[in-house]
């Protein structure tokens, strides 16, 4: 079985200050954990995965993840937020190896406030 | 390159009534997902094909949900007869050969309304 939790049904956060969007994960065995943020009315886009190596992912649009292996947690990172970060993110794990189908979590509304 | 694409965008029925949703993946793709995506949540796996096999379907609702890909290309899925809980958007995505370690390709979905 495997699981995601995403705590935070909304982020607020002031454009140019740091940004971060929690999750934790469950599954058993590895996990390929993922993100996507999806904008109104639009389909999932992809940002970033960890699949195994550094613990500190970097992705799409100045984003990145740190990979903690002992909290379970993948959470979401940039350094300096922008308005049109906001958006829907969602955390997503995998178990590793084969084709295992992917649970996603609900979703963290993020904002950013100009 | 072209995006998963899926039609129509958006779909009103009444309760009973049966709908069907198109989706043509990312050329060349031979994994395709279709989701379900009520609001206020994640997307929901429905069925995971394989070129035109089945890989997973335990999360279809196999009473009233269907979905075919004949030919490992195009997917269609269908509701029949629809209830007021199948509000929702339907999302259609896709993966080079369906590893785990692949993300997925989304299209921008159907949204559905069930009056």
């Known amino acids: 079985a495997q699981s995601v939790a995403q705590p935070e049904d909304q982020v607020n956060v002031a454009e140019g200050n740091p940004l971060t969007v929690k999750c934790t994960y469950s599954v058993s065995g590895n996990p390929y954990l993922f993100w996507y943020v999806q904008y109104p009315n639009r389909g999932l886009q992809f940002l970033l995965k960890?699949?195994?190596?550094?613990?500190l992912v970097k992705g799409s649009y100045g984003f990145e993840a740190e990979f903690n292996k002992s909290q379970t947690s993948f959470h979401l990172k940039k350094p300096s937020a922008l308005v049109s970060d906001s958006a829907l993110y969602f955390c997503?794990?995998?178990?590793?190896?084969?084709?295992?189908?992917?649970?996603f979590g609900r979703g963290t509304s993020l904002i950013v406030h100009p | 390159e072209a995006g998963v694409a899926q039609s129509p965008r958006y779909k009103i029925i009444e309760k009973r009534q049966s709908v069907a949703f198109w989706c043509n993946p990312i050329s060349g793709h031979a994994t395709l997902y279709w989701y379900q995506q009520i609001l206020g949540q994640g997307p929901k796996l429905l069925i995971q094909f394989q070129n035109n096999g089945v890989v997973d379907d335990s999360q279809l609702p196999k009473d009233r949900f269907s979905a075919e890909r004949l030919k490992g290309v195009d997917s269609t899925l269908k509701i029949q007869p629809a209830k007021l809980e199948d509000s929702a958007v339907y999302l259609c995505?896709?993966?080079?050969?369906?590893?785990?370690?692949?993300?997925?390709?989304f299209g921008d979905g159907t949204r559905l309304s069930i009056l």
């Open positions: 995505a896709s993966s080079p050969d369906g590893y785990s370690n692949q993300p997925q390709h």
């Open positions: 960890y699949i195994t190596g550094d613990n």
């Open positions: 997503a794990v995998r178990i590793s190896g084969g084709s295992y189908i992917p649970t």
